[in-house]
């Protein structure tokens, strides 16, 4: 991107948060270093597809397909339907889908469901209780290939979710100074320990 669309796209991001903050979470989008963290720490090696919730104006996704991940292989859920149109023209190859990502079976459909090697997941979840994100995120695991993860974006300075035990485990990247606010990525991995289910 050049700097002139950085600077377009900061003016958009920060106008549709002034309009929607609590579903935006953030005044700006991820600095580039922040999100090659991001698509550093996610499961793309493995084979699968790789879903994107939250995507915004497409910075994590611009970084997934400079890192050489196949735009066929990645799936996009955005709520907001201005931004959903921009990724559109922008990542024509990829599968952008307009909707919710806290409903990936009304969203994505059930049958047959896809699981992924990676879900790379942004939407705002502060205002949820730490229960209902637990459960949230045990949703998206049943999504997880084998060996496959879940990375977030976040400025918190704890675990946002929670381990689940025998589900999923939490570790964090260091902070990443340049991203306004400095945030670090939360890497959920499957808990293969012996409260996983099947583990003996
Ligand atoms: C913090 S921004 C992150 C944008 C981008 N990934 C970045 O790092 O700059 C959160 C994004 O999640 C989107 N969002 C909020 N609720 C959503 C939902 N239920 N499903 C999908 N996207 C949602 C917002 O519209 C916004 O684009």
């Known amino acids: 991107m050049t700097e002139t669309s950085d600077r377009g796209d900061f003016a958009r991001f920060f106008a549709t948060w002034i309009r929607h903050p609590l579903k935006l979470g953030a005044v700006a989008p991820s600095s580039p270093a922040y999100c090659r963290t991001m698509v550093e720490a996610a499961a793309t090696g493995i084979e699968g597809p790789v879903l994107e919730l939250g995507p915004g104006l497409g910075v994590v996704t611009r970084a997934l397909l400079d890192k050489g991940v196949e735009p066929s292989r990645i799936t996009s859920i ?32 059930t049958a047959p469901k896809t699981r992924f090697a990676a879900i790379l997941f942004a939407i705002p979840i502060l205002n949820m209780a730490q229960a209902q994100r637990q459960a949230l995120f045990t949703r998206y695991f ?23 035990p025998g589900v999923f485990t939490v570790s964090s990247s260091p902070i990443v100074w340049s991203n306004i606010p400095p945030a670090r990525v939360w890497i959920y991995s499957q808990d293969t320990g012996p409260r996983a289910a099947g583990a003996r």
Do not use: I, M
């Open 142 to 164: 049943e999504r997880l290939l084998p060996g496959g993860n879940l990375t977030q974006l976040s400025y918190l300075p704890t675990a946002p979710v929670k381990p689940v």
């Open 78 to 109: 955005e709520y907001e339907k201005s931004f959903a149109d921009v990724l559109k023209t922008r990542f024509p190859t990829v599968n952008v889908v307009e909707g919710d990502g806290f409903d990936l079976d009304k969203t994505l459909g």
